[in-house]
């Protein structure tokens, strides 16, 4: 990234809530370029949100607390900026789906419809048989089924996505937006690597030692096990909130729906499954997946392994949101809560919580540190302070 002059404004001290990457970029990068101090409060007793990662207890693996994160991205200044404050080891997150007709490589690609159908295509037979399967009759597909059935025909929707979505999302997918879909390309060739991003990698220390670097400088504060309350905002000059949009106004309008995330451990000697990740994309059994965490880092050896069964649910108050659903009646009460907030002043709403949306992590970086120039910009100009991404006003 190119070099930036350090703005001197005022010695400003602003409110960051929220320790995981939005929170800690943004606070980073407020600190390197204005004259301030920055406070970061987290109601967990951990940074890094839900990428943190911890060493199990028990046999030395490096945990990835709420689920698995792998890092991948096609923006090399974001890349870069990772890289600043730890070594982001290469990794390919290879998918295995487990069904009742056996195991394939997933995401569907040749050597899944090849195996799936008993043929030897190559990449333009597989393209040409394909279109076959799709339903013809779909001309522009209105929900999630019918971008599926549109694009890959009815058996392979049935055994690989409609189960996994109904347990994913807890809802039939004619309920779903067909952009969903979008994340789960098909290939015409035999690369099973799970994302197609240019650089992919876990960090060597794991996520939360990146991100308490990315908070290591003199004038920030971090403060966790720390609950957010709004009174907290009048003892500073400006508050970056990165929490949940609905729970800064205390759910006066109602609860946007997510989807949360449970786990069941299962410990063992050697090698549990043979793969990091295996989805479970029919119905039974209820788990959408199994990762075993060793394989996250293929660098170190271990003789004990563990693994952790997924299941998805609603989040009820208690829960950890992890992916917000943004089905019809969700969308009508975000534009509700962002009308609200439109009549504050004083904080502005960052990251995938605070803007209701899913964000990669690669994507919440790039937000935060765009977002932090124009907080810069705005006040070098003299103008109101910028209420949420510029992104988030098309999304």
């Known amino acids: 990234m190119a070099k930036r002059d350090v703005e001197t404004v005022t010695k400003e001290n602003y409110l960051v809530v929220g320790a ?13 370029r204005l004259a301030c101090r920055v406070t970061v409060i987290d109601t967990r007793p951990h940074v890094a949100g839900n990428c943190h990662t911890e060493r199990d207890a028990v046999t030395g693996v490096m945990i990835h607390k709420y689920g698995p ?30 069904t009742s007709r056996g195991i394939f490589s997933f995401p569907i690609n040749l050597h899944t419809i090849n195996q799936f159908f008993g043929k030897k295509l190559n990449p333009g037979e597989a393209r040409v048989f394909l279109e076959s399967l799709g339903d013809k009759s779909i001309r522009e597909p209105r ?46 060739n035999y690369n099973d690597v799970y994302y197609d991003s240019k650089q992919q990698g876990i960090p060597e220390q794991g996520y939360t030692a990146i991100v308490e670097k990315i908070l290591d400088h ?52 050697g090698d549990y499954q043979g793969n990091a990740v295996i989805n479970y994309t029919e119905l039974d059994p209820p788990f959408t997946r199994i990762h075993e965490h060793k394989h996250f880092a293929p660098w170190e050896q271990h003789d004990l392994t563990v693994a952790f069964k ?16 943004r089905l019809a009646i969700d969308r009508q009460l975000l534009q509700e809560y962002r009308q609200a907030a439109e009549k504050l002043r004083g904080v502005s709403f960052v990251g995938r919580l605070g803007t209701y949306r899913y964000l990669d992590m690669d994507a919440v970086i790039d937000e935060a540190l765009n977002f932090s120039s124009l907080y810069v910009q705005s006040r070098q100009k003299g103008k109101p302070a910028p209420l949420f991404p510029n992104r988030e006003a098309a999304s």
């Open 20 to 32: 995981g990457f939005s929170g800690a970029v943004l606070a980073r990068e407020l600190v390197e």
């Open 143 to 188: 929900n999630f089924e019918e971008q599926a059935l549109k694009f890959i025909g009815r058996k392979l929707y049935e055994l690989f996505i409609y189960g996994y979505t109904r347990k994913q999302w807890g809802c039939e997918p004619v309920e779903l937006p067909a952009s969903i879909l979008k994340r789960l390309p098909v290939r015409f």
């Open 218 to 269: 003199p004038a920030i504060a971090v403060q966790l096990a720390t609950p957010f309350h709004r009174e907290m905002e009048q003892a500073y000059d400006h508050t970056f909130y990165t929490g949940l949009l609905d729970a800064y106004f205390e759910f006066g309008l109602g609860r946007l729906g997510y989807r949360t995330i449970t786990f069941e451990r299962i410990d063992a000697e």
């Open 310 to 325: 997924e299941f998805s649910k609603e989040t009820g108050p208690e829960d950890v949101a992890y992916y917000p659903k």
């Open 69 to 98: 994160h792998i890092f991948n991205t096609n923006r090399p200044h974001v890349w870069d900026y990772v890289n600043r404050f730890g070594v982001l080891r290469p990794y390919s997150n290879r998918v295995k789906a487990s």
